[in-house]
């Protein structure tokens, strides 16, 4: 596959995790979020296409299943058996949050960062953009009120990870592979069941109604 | 051999637990197999100090802090496992719990346990990596054990935070792995010394960074310490014993792997003025919260938090305070398993945590309340105990190189002192509550606080000669 189509298809999850920043309904998350797997699942199928390694085939395989097929099932079932059209809203209004956007985009761009995205220098500008969506994925977890795109915010954060371990030419690495299944598989099995948790005994998912904790 | 039989072991433990129905059943099957561990333990540390490292297969290695963290994994999972039979019982007997959750509860632990051990034996740093996350999400569910609204938002909090934090030591992690021209296998803590000098020195100083903040949120280094304070005070007493005593050494000694590596590239005054960054604000933030605090086993998160900070001024020094640090981790480990045990029995007592609906106790509860007043002497580094000189040894080393931190290190340990000693003493002296019934709830509740008292008391002056070794070698290793 071409750098260009790569970049195109890298661009697809900056946009889907800047679309996930303004959304406003739970099912657009969700859908922003399915495209997001779908686009981190062809970037790691190109990959394997171009090593051979079948765990990186197994690890395709299971973002396909858990990411884009199971997750967002358990969600949508979240969503409608709770009756959560809408999601819970951010701490930072939208133009503030936009603002925030483009200055941490900026940032991931900047010389500051050269060590990183110089790690493959051809690859320079995949690697500055999948650590801007690295960077986006964490704010999306901070500014996010709601469990549920919370949660989101950290499978992003793995999506955009496993991005940057793919352009900096370290997805080879059998240890990282399982790392990377460990993770997928265990951490939306937790993070759904405490979903419910969340859901049952607070009537909502809006974090700001868990105040129990006081110094 | 040794380790195959102690995750074994555990891991059978988890599984009769889940089998079995029996209550007297399960808690023996955990007992015999949480103590067979800590026998194992000791070959295993006794092996390390004889011939230098444990390597019985390729997947593990095991130096001298390795062999220290097993055994003190194993020595603090003992006494937590006997502790919690009793202290589960009397939950159990009060309907706080019912037998399932008690089953749940010796499954989880066995996990956690066995994560533990996988953690600090791994050659490979991302099966490191992957047992720590296996660790988060285990005790996630003994944080949310009382499935009350708080701790489910303790948990909630521990999970997104840990999380979080971990998968930032993730990416540190695998900017190491850049040393490296070939990643195609297993890459080992070894093979990535051994190519250490391959690894750009500004990207070296960015992955320990990562690997700083993402294993220093497990430790709890201020600021990632968000989670500690919610997490050990919803968790049952005897969690925080090994949250506090096992989970954050292991993790520390984690960030002094990579410390290693950054060493050979950078030198290692970038790491060690990192840590002393982190191990002062840990300190005086901790010193701060702690003198107003209003909930004891929030205490003992922030007493955790400013100790972290003291281990991490050690290593941060270098030289003699090296030693003292590893002392310290080893006494802090034990003094903590002391503290929580002991504020197990006043919460089954008084009922609650909070420190103003505690009066009176060393009439209510003596025995107890004698241990936890030992246990804050000890653990705020009063003399005879062995804390008193690790601080001092640590200081003392500091005052060379860096008179002004050690200054202001030296002045919030006396702010902790104060603020814990004004909360003990309105907890422990004064009259006794007429609605409370005087006595002690059973003898097992005191065994292993007991045991790890004369545990302090012995360690204090007296090293066994093959901890001796342990610890020397460390220092020479780190």
């Known amino acids: ?215 | 051999m040794e380790l195959i039989f102690i995750i074994s072991i555990l891991i059978i433990s988890s599984l009769i637990n889940i089998l079995f129905k029996k209550r007297i059943f399960i808690e023996c099957v955990s007992v015999i197999s949480v103590f067979t561990t800590l026998v194992l333990s000791t070959v295993v540390a006794i092996k390390v100090a004889n011939f230098g490292f444990y390597n019985p297969f390729p997947f593990f290695y095991i130096d001298a802090l390795g062999a220290i963290m097993i055994l003190l994994v194993s020595f603090i999972g003992f006494f937590t496992v006997v502790y919690s039979i009793q202290y589960l019982r009397k939950e159990t007997a009060k309907n706080i719990i019912g037998f399932t959750r008690t089953k749940q509860y010796l499954i989880l632990l066995s996990l956690f346990l066995t994560a533990m051990f996988l953690a600090i034996s791994a050659s490979n740093p991302i099966f490191v990596w992957i047992s720590i996350e296996a660790t988060t999400l285990s005790t996630a569910f003994l944080i949310s054990f009382y499935n009350k609204p708080s701790s489910t938002e303790a948990a909630w909090k521990y999970l997104i935070i840990n999380s979080v934090g971990l998968l930032l030591g993730f990416f540190g992690t695998l900017l190491y792995f850049t040393a490296i021209h070939q990643v195609g296998g297993a890459v080992s803590w070894h093979l990535l010394l051994e190519n250490a000098s391959n690894l750009d020195p500004l990207l070296a100083k960015i992955a320990f960074v990562f690997v700083l903040i993402g294993y220093g949120t497990k430790v709890g280094f201020v600021p990632m310490h968000t989670w500690k304070p919610d997490a050990y005070s919803k968790a049952p007493a005897p969690i925080g014993a090994l949250l506090s005593g096992a989970l954050l050494p292991i993790a520390f000694v984690i960030i002094l792997k990579f410390k290693t590596i950054t060493d050979v590239v950078v030198g290692p005054l970038f790491s060690q003025h990192l840590l002393i960054a982190f191990g002062l604000l840990s300190i005086s933030v901790a010193a701060l919260i702690m003198f107003n605090s209003k909930n004891y086993k929030r205490l003992l998160a922030y007493s955790s938090i400013e100790n972290a900070g003291i281990m991490a001024l050690g290593f941060g020094f270098g030289g003699l305070a090296i030693f003292a640090a590893i002392l310290h981790m080893i006494y802090h480990s034990c003094v903590k398993a002391i503290l929580f045990f002991t504020s197990g029995n006043l919460l089954l007592k008084y009922s609650s945590d909070k420190i103003d609906n505690v009066v009176g106790a060393l009439k209510i509860l003596p025995t107890t309340s004698i241990f936890f007043i030992l246990g804050f002497l000890i653990v705020t580094g009063t003399p005879p105990f062995g804390i008193f000189f690790t601080k001092m040894s640590i200081l003392s080393v500091g005052i060379k190189f860096y008179p002004i931190i050690s200054f202001v290190a030296l002045f919030f340990m006396v702010i902790v002192f104060i603020g814990f000693f004004k909360h003990v003493s309105s907890m422990f002296f004064g009259e006794k509550p007429e609605e409370i019934k005087t006595g002690e709830e059973s003898i097992w509740l005191f065994i292993s606080p007991l045991a790890l008292i004369i545990t302090v008391f012995i360690l204090s002056f007296y090293i066994p000669p093959f901890l001796n070794t342990l610890i020397n070698n460390t220092v020479l290793l780190y």
């Open chain 1, 1 to 215: 596959m071409s750098i260009l189509i790569l970049q195109f298809v890298l661009e697809i999850i900056f946009l889907t995790l800047v679309f996930l920043h303004i959304s406003k309904k739970n099912s657009e998350v969700v859908w922003a979020y399915i495209i997001q797997s779908l686009a981190l699942a062809i970037i790691l199928f190109n990959s394997y296409l171009d090593t051979g390694g079948i765990l990186l085939l197994v690890v395709v395989l299971l973002i396909l299943l858990v990411k884009v097929i199971l997750a967002p099932l358990f969600f949508n079932r979240l969503i409608k058996k709770n009756s959560l059209a809408f999601s819970v809203s951010t701490y930072l209004n939208m133009p503030f949050t936009l603002i925030i956007i483009s200055f941490l985009t900026f940032i991931a761009y900047s010389n500051k960062f050269t060590p990183l995205t110089n790690i493959i220098p051809s690859n320079h500008m995949l690697l500055s953009l999948s650590l801007s969506v690295m960077f986006l994925s964490l704010f999306l977890i901070i500014n996010r009120k709601g469990a549920l795109s919370q949660i989101i915010g950290v499978l992003s954060f793995e999506n955009s990870l496993i991005t940057f371990i793919i352009f900096a030419g370290l997805e080879q690495s059998a240890g990282l592979q399982i790392g990377i299944i460990f993770d997928i598989f265990v951490w939306i099995i937790i993070a759904t069941v405490f979903a419910t948790m969340i859901y049952k005994q607070f009537g909502s998912l809006n974090v700001t109604t868990m105040n129990n904790l006081k110094d």
